[in-house]
């Protein structure tokens, strides 16, 4: 009886199993790439020598926080800690023990953030989210090496609806539609139609193409509708009973278009990319099949592949070739003993035997090429693997290995047989479901606290609940696993509290140099958008620069001149100056005004 109500909903509301191990991939990417950015401000940002040690977390932290990172403030440690981060996103990437991995990931996310709040942003608190439901759904049952050594006969289904899947989905619309309910309190964004105009105005984050779209005058106007608008509605098309996938897919390409524009528009660090790879995630199963039937062609269909039986190298070999080449499942891999043909072409050559659509034999390197040839995905690497040169010397490495495959075979002997299938489980669904409860009562309660809405008497029962003893009780759990959530992303308006900042250093013989770019003269000019991209480097150095005027900023004044003179060994005392242009309604006159932040002497 479930099963018969169950069926049609998952058919309807199910997420492939594809599009998650897209969403798989996307994310370890991100977090790569956000790797990578950071790697190069470990002393600055997460040092006891940088802008916030470690003595400064008490004051920044909200109770239940905590972080591996903090365990110590020496750079080698967090050295350590992104080594930790960076192998959990490489099995993620490849998808081996993929939940597992997924936790030690969304464990490292957390920890890095938490160890220098004033750095984080909205792309951050998104990757936590996304990070923490993909902990229970099956990531690595496609395109992966789970999947590719999964020893389980029974077939895996091509969709799954359970209680994550849900709460991804709700997640996404409180991503958006939150943020826009925060917008309408704004006039910036309705009724004026001016929050575009300001956003592109902003300095800290606008990329030239945006600086160049603030002359479009109206239509900044329509962009800023269109966007309030897509953000309040477009959400729910992944919900829609009619036409499901059509308006799933229209969402899907919309909202990646949308953040698109944000990305070539605004530098917001890996927040357009990451938000491209959520939405991967709901392409719907009728585009997979589209695409198999015209990316598996008879050559795909009639490709076999024979292996030694004695090689278990061989064995793991072709299965995670068949599975990252994106091949049909159903392309047998067969021992080559099983026929005597193939298994007298084996002894000959002594290779592998891949057999064509047509019958023809390809072996060693040749046949590494034929078969990348027939990868949907890989095959523009063929003519490179054809290359003459390349395939004399790919031919003598495959006979190496063919005459040492008990050594080659130390390379794949950390990757195990393993039988699992993939449905849902009545325990995680109902945890699942229990924290998606939670968080929406978290968001709530962002609304019935906010300035805009404190008042508001029809929020009252409303407020009772959100403030309620039980929901405050939970409070340090949702800290704790960073699911305290508000989507406030340029909202309630987009910041006009733009400038720079001059850094003074001063040596003892009384020289002045600019503190914050030693190798540059000192200039109170506005910079241009170049020498602000030169001077930020990333997303975290935009983010720390733009909270350091504000409250939780100040705490950092003292850090921050310290980590100057580190950075300036030569200097005995630095300033920080602020030149304070705020921005301005469209047609008036904007000003600049000097702002000493801070004096520190250096000890």
């Known amino acids: 009886m479930v099963a018969h109500w169950f069926e049609p909903l998952e058919r309807r509301y199910g997420l492939d199993l594809r599009s998650l191990a897209l969403l798989r991939v996307g994310l370890a990417l991100v977090i790569l790439a956000d790797l990578w950015c950071r790697w190069g401000d470990l002393l600055a940002h997460y040092s006891d020598q940088g802008v916030v040690p470690r003595s400064l977390l008490g004051e920044l932290w909200q109770p239940g926080y905590w972080s591996i990172h903090a365990l110590s403030g020496a750079v080698w440690w967090q050295g350590v800690c992104f080594a930790i981060a960076t192998f959990s996103a490489l099995l993620m990437l490849i998808g081996y023990r993929t939940r597992w991995a997924t936790v030690l990931a969304w464990v490292m996310v957390i920890s890095l953030h938490n160890r220098n709040p004033l750095i984080v942003f909205a792309a951050d608190d998104v990757l936590r989210a996304i990070l923490f439901w993909a902990m229970f759904l099956p990531l690595g049952s496609s395109y992966s090496v789970d999947q590719a050594l999964n020893t389980s006969s029974i077939p895996q289904p091509q969709r799954i609806l359970t209680g994550a899947t849900l709460g991804l989905m709700v997640q996404q619309c409180y991503i958006y539609m939150f943020s826009a309910l925060f917008k309408t309190t704004s006039q910036d964004w309705w009724p004026d139609g001016t929050a575009v105009y300001y956003s592109l105005s902003f300095d800290q984050y606008v990329t030239p193409l945006g600086s160049f779209l603030l002359h479009l005058g109206p239509l900044l106007t329509v962009f800023t509708l269109v966007t309030l608008v897509l953000e309040w509605l477009g959400p729910l098309l992944l919900w829609s009973p009619i036409k499901t996938d059509l308006c799933r897919m229209v969402a899907v390409v919309v909202f990646i278009l949308l953040h698109l524009g944000f990305g070539l528009t605004l530098n917001l660090g890996i927040f357009p990319t990451l938000s491209c790879v959520t939405w991967l995630a709901f392409i719907p199963t009728s585009v997979w099949d589209r695409w198999a039937k015209r990316a598996f062609t008879p050559k795909q269909l009639g490709l076999k592949i024979y292996y030694d039986a004695d090689c278990g190298f061989c064995k793991k070999v072709v299965h995670l070739l068949r599975t990252f080449l994106v091949l049909p499942s159903r392309v047998p891999l067969q021992i080559a003993q099983g026929d005597p043909v193939i298994q007298t072409a084996m002894e000959t050559h002594n290779s592998w035997v891949i057999v064509d659509w047509q019958g023809g034999h390809h072996y060693k390197w040749q046949g590494i090429a034929y078969v990348v040839s027939l990868s949907p995905v890989c095959r523009p690497l063929a003519k490179v693997l054809r290359w003459s040169p390349l395939m004399a010397f790919g031919t003598r490495i495959y006979e190496i290995i063919a005459n040492n495959r008990r050594f080659a075979g130390n390379f794949t002997k950390p990757f195990n047989y393993q039988s699992f299938t993939v449905r849902p489980t009545s325990v995680l669904s109902l945890v699942t479901l229990f924290v998606l409860l939670l968080i929406t009562l978290w968001n709530l309660r962002s609304i019935t606290s906010h300035y805009a809405f404190v008042d508001n008497q029809q929020l009252a029962p409303l407020r009772r609940v959100t403030n309620s003893r039980t929901l405050q009780k939970l409070a340090p759990l949702g ?125």
């Open 479 to 603: 800290q704790a696993t960073r699911l305290d959530q508000s989507w406030s992303i340029f909202s309630p308006g987009p910041p006009k509290d733009d400038g720079w900042y001059v850094g003074i250093g001063t040596t003892a013989d009384g020289e002045r140099v600019n503190s914050l770019q030693p190798r540059r003269d000192i200039s109170f000019e506005k910079p241009s958008l170049k020498q602000r991209r030169r001077l930020y480097g990333n997303m975290q150095w935009r983010t720390y620069f733009i909270n350091l005027g504000r409250q939780r900023g100040r705490l950092s004044w003292d850090s921050f001149g310290q980590y100057l003179c580190v950075i300036n060994d030569d200097v005995v005392a630095t300033q920080l100056t602020l030149m304070d242009e705020r921005t301005v309604a469209p047609g008036e006159t904007q000003s600049v005004s000097p702002q000493l932040v801070f004096e520190h002497k250096c000890p």
